[in-house]
């Protein structure tokens, strides 16, 4: 796939210098730094249905721990924990339980406001911030930890599991602009667009770009390059154009070439890849059961 761009060379994202490299100058044009976190204590789920904070803890989380589990979900969510578990579409804890997997959700108001009159500005690096937290706090209770996030917070997983390489893999559902769709782009979310309706998100430099993308030194094909030593899945859906699937899907390419992964092109339905994979679906800006399916069967494969 070519969409007549030209893209940043990659600095070699198995060397650690070159890492350093990206890192920083991720930080330094999209998103401002991202705070290394300090460990933190929660309470376990069940205390936090009410809605509860744990003493000692910065916000509630819900943990819900399965015994053997092959691996952890960490997520943020955009619903207080109070009432997560009534959105069995967008968390079917049953079913990701079922499948061997824990999860742990937090809601990313309770972390950071998104309101960009609230807000103290960069809130993707503090949401980012956040997962980084409960991965630390998981360490000694689980192996095998996925960040993962719809939107907004699909942007926030892939910087989490950019910035951290404690954690093992990375899904990103319909992240868009400013996660894994390029900002140099004649389809869907710009970079203006983003950064006028949402200049709290990002480092103010990212607005600077705005109708200048070819002057960023880097593309979002360097953030999925950092994730991709360790295995990434990105969910998009068909009449989701504003999210930009096919320019996810070069990212990605970009992404993958550089871990001498070649990509199979995009197919509406399917889940195309294995360890860096791409789930394509009719539909729209949400997340459904299929996105379910989908991270549950990649997640699978992966452990057989």
Same mark, same amino acid.
């Not at 803890?57 to 721990?65: A, E, K, N, Q």
């Not at 942007?155 to 599991?161: C, E, R, S």
């Not at 990105?234 to 990212?251: I, K, T």
């Given at each position: 796939?070519?969409?007549?761009?030209?893209?940043?060379?990659?600095? &070699?994202?198995?060397?650690?210098e070159?890492?350093?490299?990206?890192?920083?100058?991720?930080?330094?044009?999209?998103?401002g730094?991202?705070?290394?976190?300090?460990?933190?204590?929660?309470?376990?789920?069940?205390?936090?249905?009410? *809605?509860?904070? @744990? +003493?000692?803890?910065?916000? #509630?989380?819900?943990?819900?721990?399965?015994?053997?589990?092959?691996?952890?979900?960490?997520?943020?969510?955009?619903?207080?924990?109070?009432? =997560?578990?009534?959105?069995?579409?967008? $968390? #079917?804890?049953?079913?990701?339980?079922?499948? *061997?997997?824990?999860l +742990?959700? @937090?809601?990313?108001?309770?972390?950071?406001?998104?309101?960009?009159?609230?807000?103290?500005?960069?809130?993707?690096?503090?949401?980012?911030? /956040?997962?980084?937290?409960?991965? =630390?706090?998981?360490?000694?209770?689980?192996?095998?930890?996925?960040?993962? *996030?719809?939107?907004?917070?699909?942007? &926030? +997983?892939?910087?989490?599991? %950019?910035?951290?390489e404690?954690?093992? *893999?990375?899904? /990103?559902?319909?992240?868009?602009c400013?996660?894994?769709? #390029?900002?140099?782009? /004649?389809?869907?979310? &710009?970079?203006?667009?983003? &950064?006028?309706?949402?200049?709290?998100?990002?480092?103010?430099?990212?607005?600077?770009? %705005?109708?200048?993308?070819?002057?960023?030194?880097?593309?979002?094909?360097? =953030?999925?390059?950092?994730?991709?030593?360790?295995?990434?899945?990105?969910?998009? +859906?068909?009449d989701?154009?504003?999210?930009?699937?096919?320019?996810?899907?070069?990212? =990605?390419?970009?992404?993958? @070439?550089?871990?001498?992964?070649?990509?199979? !092109?995009?197919?509406?339905?399917?889940?195309?890849?294995?360890?860096?994979?791409?789930?394509?679906? !009719?539909?729209?800006?949400?997340?459904?059961?299929?996105?379910?399916?989908?991270?549950?069967? $990649?997640?699978?494969?992966?452990?057989?």
């Amino acid at each position: 796939m070519a969409l007549g761009f030209d893209y940043p060379p990659i600095p &070699t994202p198995s060397d650690e210098e070159g890492k350093l490299r990206t890192r920083r100058l991720l930080e330094e044009h999209v998103y401002g730094p991202v705070p290394r976190p300090e460990s933190v204590s929660f309470s376990d789920w069940s205390d936090l249905v009410g *809605g509860a904070k @744990a +003493a000692g803890s910065p916000y #509630p989380l819900l943990w819900s721990p399965v015994a053997n589990s092959r691996a952890t979900i960490v997520a943020l969510g955009f619903t207080p924990i109070a009432t =997560l578990l009534e959105l069995d579409q967008v $968390w #079917p804890l049953r079913r990701i339980n079922d499948a *061997g997997l824990s999860l +742990a959700v @937090a809601c990313y108001n309770d972390i950071e406001p998104d309101d960009k009159d609230l807000s103290s500005g960069q809130a993707i690096s503090r949401w980012a911030q /956040a997962l980084m937290q409960i991965r =630390l706090w998981l360490a000694p209770r689980s192996n095998n930890v996925y960040a993962l *996030g719809h939107s907004r917070l699909g942007k &926030t +997983a892939l910087l989490a599991a %950019a910035m951290d390489e404690g954690f093992d *893999g990375a899904i /990103a559902i319909q992240s868009g602009c400013g996660g894994a769709a #390029p900002s140099r782009t /004649a389809a869907g979310e &710009t970079v203006g667009d983003i &950064t006028r309706v949402f200049p709290h998100w990002f480092s103010p430099r990212f607005a600077a770009y %705005a109708g200048r993308e070819s002057e960023l030194p880097l593309d979002q094909h360097w =953030l999925l390059a950092l994730c991709a030593s360790r295995p990434v899945l990105l969910c998009n +859906a068909e009449d989701d154009e504003w999210a930009n699937p096919a320019g996810q899907h070069e990212m =990605l390419e970009l992404a993958a @070439a550089e871990h001498g992964i070649s990509m199979p !092109p995009m197919q509406i339905g399917h889940t195309v890849g294995n360890r860096l994979a791409h789930y394509y679906r !009719p539909g729209k800006h949400e997340v459904t059961h299929d996105d379910w399916s989908a991270i549950l069967r $990649w997640i699978e494969c992966l452990f057989d």
